[in-house]
């Protein structure tokens, strides 16, 4: 049974940072594609970020290139989500997906195209 499950969210105030972890069981090796996924209230899921196996390629929404940097260590099958200047409109439930064969970049931003999820974490940012 494959599983991911995130870690490091929280109650934050604007400007500070937060480092998202994501640690995949049940595979025999780091999926190839793993990504970051955000649902803010009462809004539809919305692709963040992605990383493919040993960090050859990495992609962001562009409203958070800048701020947010994803990251992996496929030794732990692990994949990171640092958060920097974190502002209200960043709070939601971000959500890890990965997915065990490669994915053209187009796909990636696709929450459809995914083979398997984590539970999500809430990460609120207020003052």
């Known amino acids: 049974q494959v599983s991911l499950v995130e870690s490091g969210g929280g109650l934050v105030q604007p400007g500070d940072s937060l480092r998202l972890s994501c640690t995949a069981s049940g595979v025999t090796s780091s999926p190839y594609v793993m990504s970051w996924f955000r649902q803010p209230p009462g809004k539809e899921r919305e692709f963040v970020a992605t990383?493919?196996?040993?960090?050859?390629?990495?992609s962001y929404a562009n409203s958070l290139k800048g701020r947010f940097t994803i990251s992996r260590e496929d030794a732990k099958k692990t994949v990171y989500l640092q958060m920097n200047n974190l502002k209200p409109e960043d709070t939601a439930v971000y959500y890890c997906a990965a997915n065990r064969n490669s994915l053209i970049l187009s796909e990636t931003w696709n929450r459809n195209a995914y083979d398997y999820w984590g539970q999500g974490i809430q990460v609120t940012v207020s003052s």
């Open positions: 990383t493919s196996r040993g960090g050859l390629r990495t």
